[in-house]
């Protein structure tokens, strides 16, 4: 079998158990979210943090809810981090430096997952279990949170009641995210993933110095990485690393779980809003975007010219011959797409015009299907500014879902399509600007830009992932792309949910011969062509001095 055929096997099958898994977790998930009843784990948790699951909150109380328990996660894994040192299976390893804690906590709150370290060389069994696997619950749970707040916008009438955030974030830890990371726990484990607490282990020598492994929970923090699209990794190569991702199954198995909850919360979107055709609406734009990038992708990486890349059957560098171009292709798009940010190849070694396509995919808004709730609130707001954007055309007033999309709407989606690309862009100008910065890129050139560029697309996009050859463990960069991940993070769900609020105020407006149907597929191709033409409007200029004129030099 050809490597060009594999790769679309793969990814015929994965589509394949995406297809299978969407219905039932799409149902699954919007039952959890609409139900009255409390199991008794979560009254327990809700008598421990002082919480009435039963009280409404208007988007304000909701969004003090949502920056409260996250500046604290910040807190505590800051300070987890620093003493370090004096913690009990910490493997010997020192307290993280100050830049590098915050850079790290900001990173896994707010689902960035950005490292600027090495986790095998950096990070003991506490931090790893305590602090970094149990933000990837929580920061996962607080994405899916806002993203139902917004959905309860648009089905809800004559309120500016959105639910209650404890309620809906512990359910989505309960009963979505831990049984589901428990199943793929246990999957990876009998495919060859470890999960231990063992130390430092000395498996021989390597260029007359010795070689080490540390042991770990990698099993059960791989599931969360993946499942809630958090990214990092146990250890610095990632999902390349055999004891993360062992076996081409396992890769497979690892991109369907990055991708299942984004796209099945379209299911969910369209069973609360009353309407799944609204969710294949959505679906199906998700779906356009993926799988033209993964055939783009694949295009690239394999018609790369060259006696020795023809030979490999591609562009093997930086790439993990157990799962070949095809695979590394599927996976690079999907958690570019997303915001997991886990990688089974390295970026930085794709042709100049396959690491422009990862990087565009972060700069779309990670929406295709995006991380968890994250994906599906950045395409809802990108439907409100493509409805809008046909009430210009025809000269109506826009509605979608039955609500008016007014000045105040639009301001909000104005703002949130703003904000993230304002801070790629002017980090990655002052990172370029100053004298000490550039010292950190390995290459120079459009390469070099490259580099810094993906640094904050990836940071303020909350992915994770790293264009590799930049030196990010530096005071500037710990400091800047912290920032970016956690003005990323929270600024857009301010208007997130402030648009949740005024939309849940509204009284629905009857549909009409001149309402537009949202749900055909003539919608979809409008909101395709607005989510691309809004993103290369904002970053081509940034593009065209990295990887386009690399790819166009190859």
């Known amino acids: 079998m050809g490597p060009v055929l594999a790769g679309f096997l793969q990814l015929l099958a994965l589509i394949g158990a995406l297809a299978l898994a969407y219905v039932p977790l799409g149902n699954y998930m919007a039952k959890v979210y609409s139900s009255d009843k409390h199991w008794r784990v979560e009254k327990w948790i809700y008598k421990g943090i002082g919480a009435n699951p039963d009280t409404e909150m208007r988007w304000l109380a909701y969004l003090r809810g949502v920056l409260a328990f996250s500046a604290v996660g910040v807190l505590f894994l800051y300070l987890l981090q620093r003493i370090q040192g004096v913690l009990p299976g910490s493997l010997g390893f020192s307290a993280i430096s100050p830049a590098q804690a915050f850079n790290t906590a900001a990173s896994f709150v707010t689902n960035t997952n950005w490292q600027s370290y090495y986790g095998e060389q950096a990070m003991g069994h506490v931090v790893q279990t305590a602090g970094l696997a149990v933000q990837n619950f929580v920061s996962a749970a607080v994405g899916i949170a806002v993203a139902v707040a917004l959905v309860r916008g648009f089905a809800r009438a004559r309120t500016g009641e959105l639910g209650n955030f404890w309620a809906d974030l512990v359910r989505g830890i309960i009963r979505i995210l831990i049984p589901g990371s428990v199943i793929a726990a246990i999957v990876l484990v009998a495919c060859g993933a470890i999960q231990n607490f063992s130390g430092i282990h000395e498996v021989g020598q390597f260029m007359g110095g010795h070689q080490q492994w540390n042991g770990g929970a990698?099993?059960?923090?791989?599931?969360?990485?993946?499942?809630?699209?958090?990214?990092?990794?146990?250890f610095n190569a990632n999902s390349a690393h055999p004891f993360e991702n062992p076996t081409p199954f396992t890769n497979l198995f690892e991109i369907f779980l990055l991708l299942v909850i984004p796209f099945s919360l379209t299911r969910t979107f369209g069973v609360m809003v009353?309407?799944?055709?609204?969710?294949?609406?959505?679906?199906?734009?998700?779906?356009?975007?993926?799988?033209?990038?993964?055939?783009?992708?694949?295009?690239?990486?394999?018609?790369?010219?060259?006696?020795?890349?023809?030979?490999?059957?591609?562009?093997?560098?930086?790439?993990?011959?157990?799962?070949?171009?095809?695979?590394s292709s599927i996976f690079a798009v999907s958690t570019t797409l997303t915001s997991t940010g886990a990688v089974d190849s390295f970026h930085s070694s794709f042709t100049g015009?396959?690491?422009?396509?990862?990087?565009?995919?972060?700069?779309?808004?990670?929406?295709?299907?995006g991380g968890t709730g994250s994906g599906l609130y950045g395409m809802l707001i990108m439907a409100v500014i493509a409805v809008f954007i046909a009430g210009l055309m025809v000269g109506r007033t826009p509605e979608y879902l039955g609500k008016k999309i007014g000045t105040r709407e639009m301001k909000l989606a104005a703002c949130y399509i703003l904000i993230t690309p304002a801070l790629v862009l002017i980090f990655a100008a002052a990172s370029m600007a100053l004298p000490t910065p550039p010292h950190s890129m390995l290459n120079s050139g459009a390469h070099g830009f490259s580099e810094v560029l993906y640094a904050f697309t990836s940071a303020a996009n909350n992915?994770?992932?790293?264009?590799?050859?930049?030196?990010?463990?530096?005071?500037?960069?710990?400091?800047?792309?912290?920032?970016?991940?956690?003005?990323?993070?929270?600024?857009?769900?301010?208007?997130?949910?402030?648009?949740?609020?005024?939309?849940?105020?509204?009284?629905?407006?009857?549909?009409?011969?001149?309402?537009?149907?949202?749900?055909?597929?003539?919608?979809?191709?409008?909101?395709?062509?607005?989510i691309l033409i809004i993103t290369g409007l904002t970053y081509f200029p940034a593009l065209a001095l990295g990887p386009l004129a690399e790819g166009l030099a190859s």
């Open 274 to 327: 009353g309407s799944v055709k609204q969710g294949y609406a959505i679906l199906a734009t998700m779906a356009t975007i993926w799988l033209s990038f993964v055939v783009l992708m694949m295009w690239t990486e394999f018609a790369h010219h060259g006696s020795a890349l023809q030979a490999a059957g591609g562009a093997m560098e930086g790439k993990e011959t157990r799962f070949g171009v095809g695979a």
């Open 218 to 234: 990698v099993a059960s923090q791989e599931a969360i990485k993946e499942f809630g699209t958090n990214g990092g990794g146990y």
């Open 463 to 530: 992915n994770g992932s790293a264009f590799a050859g930049l030196n990010a463990n530096t005071d500037w960069f710990n400091t800047m792309t912290g920032l970016a991940m956690v003005l990323g993070r929270f600024l857009p769900m301010v208007f997130v949910l402030a648009l949740a609020g005024s939309l849940a105020e509204q009284k629905p407006v009857p549909a009409t011969a001149g309402t537009l149907r949202t749900e055909k597929p003539l919608f979809t191709g409008l909101l395709v062509g607005a």
């Open 353 to 369: 015009l396959g690491g422009g396509i990862t990087i565009l995919g972060m700069q779309l808004g990670e929406i295709a299907p």
